[in-house]
């Protein structure tokens, strides 16, 4: 087994269950998220998942 500082960690956030306040976005609740567990090792990857009938579509950039 690796180091602590060779683990990598995966993010999977069920949007519909945990949602974020009203208040902020989904860009910078990500952004959040990302942070808060860079401290366990790199993010590899990171998946947030809801029913089709709530998704939206946000540009990218």
């Known amino acids: ?3 602590e500082s060779e683990r990598n960690v995966a993010v999977f956030w ?4 945990c949602e974020i306040p009203s ?8 952004a959040g998220i990302r942070n808060l567990v860079e401290k ?3 993010v590899k990857l990171f998946k947030a ?3 089709p009938e709530n998704s939206q579509t946000y540009p990218k950039g």
Do not use: I, K, V
Not at 14 to 17: A, I, L, R
């Open 49 to 51: 998942t809801s029913s």
């Open 1 to 3: 087994m690796g180091s």
């Open 14 to 17: 069920d949007y519909e269950n």
């Open 40 to 42: 366990f090792g790199p």
């Open 23 to 30: 208040s902020s976005d989904g860009y910078s609740a990500a």
